[in-house]
């Protein structure tokens, strides 16, 4: 406990001191920070989003103008046995022209010209969310298309699951330049902290000289870039925070309506932890290489 | 206390530092380590450091071999070594009673008796009204009494100097040997690497006098 104060509280003596270098450090790792937190802040946003959209996913069974209740019956009945609805919901020919009409209203007039009701009758399925849907989703459209009434069957989930795999591919992508940005910083932590390891190699000696242990040698430089790395990481977070602030209040009328009430956040707070931590592992990792380096 | 049994120091291409060296000085003796520039009288106080390790022979301290010390053995050896040098090494933004208190804060003593071994070491070397200023702020002369307060905080049994008193004028060295003088009273085993022939006279101890890394004469 002794040695970790000793440590912090030299590391932040030396990082006040080192003044402009200190500033590229913990500006390399905002960066590399900033850069994780955005993708961050995307890829999360954009999770919420399709946890929305999936548990609004709908399987659409739409139904022959001639189908008999014992039909309907049989078709409702497959529904219920596959497990993976939610709730279902019969709508009439005349309640899905209603439907249009309310959707539509500008291409209403069409629909008044038309001869009859053109809507088919569907029983509409809301999807319970989770993994392993999918394949039992295709097993019930299979199943559900070979019965008498119906005459085709429409699901969305597709689109979910390809927008999914593109969100992974952009996290992915985000990671890798975070990491590499990461890199960079360590590299640059690492001079730093080397220039204040010249500035105090008197000192370091007579450390050496007197037998202090490695730890009390090495220690304040491990420190001095955990501190750059905290503060670095902070200063992202505050400077995206405020980003995205602003944006919400000059654009949060115009997103609401773009995204139709979908949920736009910043970045939970345990996130906010791991991007801390994270800059100061990366300032640690700088510290420490160039404290082996040096003693 | 200290052996040397034909010790050697070389560096590449056969340039020898020290040569064949073998010496005794015994626990509580002052003696005085003398030679032109580059005889090997820094060589030696290194080897005796463990800063480097001898090229041939031994070096016995308390009836160590210093070559066979592991890395923790030598942290533990060093803390029973005091030592000055002749720019004083402070560390410019700490103050003089951090300055000699940061040797026991770094191993590990706790910090009112940090405090009060430091303040008693600077009050020996009369520096006690001058515990608050940084060194930029001392004369030569206060800045070696530092660095001397600073080796003599953990009470060592050996204070190695190397020219302490090479920045200091005439009068100073006096002060500064009379210092060491008295360290010596209390039964530490002083050796002064100098090349000051009237402070060895006004001491008047053992001299091992070297040339070209041999011992040339001893007094």
Known sequence: ?295 | MIETRHLSKFYHRGVYALRDLTLTVEKGEFVFITGPSGAGKSTLLRLLLRQELASEGELLVNGQDLATLSRPAIQEYRRGIGFVFQDFKLVPSRTVLQNVSFVPEVLGVPVAAQHRRAFQVLKWVGLQHRIGAFPEELSGGEQQRVAIARALVNDPALLIADEPTGNLDPDLSLEIMNLFREINAGGTTVLVATHDRELIRFVGRRTVHLDQGRIAEVM
């Open chain 1, 1 to 295: 406990m002794r040695l970790i104060r000793y440590a912090f509280r030299e590391g932040w003596t030396s990082l006040v001191r080192s003044g402009t270098s200190t500033l590229f450090s913990v500006t390399a790792i905002a960066l590399a920070v900033a850069v994780l937190a955005a993708v961050l802040l995307f890829t999360t946003n954009v999770e919420r989003w399709l946890d929305e959209w999936s548990s609004s996913a709908e399987l659409s069974v739409y139904l022959d103008d001639g189908t008999t209740s014992d039909e309907r019956g049989a078709i409702e009945d497959a529904i219920d046995v596959s497990g993976i609805a939610a709730s279902r919901e019969y709508v009439s020919k005349q309640e899905a022209l209603a439907r249009f009409r309310d959707g539509f209203s500008s291409l209403s007039p069409l629909a008044e010209g038309l001869d009859g009701n053109p809507f088919p009758a569907s029983v509409e399925v809301r999807l319970a969310p989770g993994d392993g849907v999918e394949a039992a989703l295709q097993a019930l459209a299979r199943q559900l298309i070979t019965l008498p009434g119906v005459v085709d069957v429409q699901y969305d989930r597709d689109w979910l699951n390809r927008l999914a795999a593109g969100l992974d591919v952009v996290r992915r992508l985000g990671f890798l330049l975070g990491l590499l940005m990461a890199l960079a910083a360590t590299v640059t932590v690492a001079a730093v902290v080397r220039l204040s390891l010249y500035s105090r190699r008197d000192e370091i000696e007579v450390m050496q000289l007197v037998g202090a242990p490695v730890g009390y040698i090495r220690g304040p430089f491990v420190a001095e870039g955990v501190l750059q790395g905290g503060l670095g990481a902070l200063a992202a977070l505050a400077v995206l925070g405020a980003g995205f602030a602003l944006v919400r209040s000059l654009y949060g009328t115009a997103l609401a309506q773009v995204l139709e009430g979908l949920p736009v956040g910043f970045l939970p707070p345990v996130y906010w932890a791991y991007l801390i931590l994270g800059g100061m592992v990366v300032g640690a990792a700088g510290g420490f290489v160039a404290a082996r380096q040096a003693v």
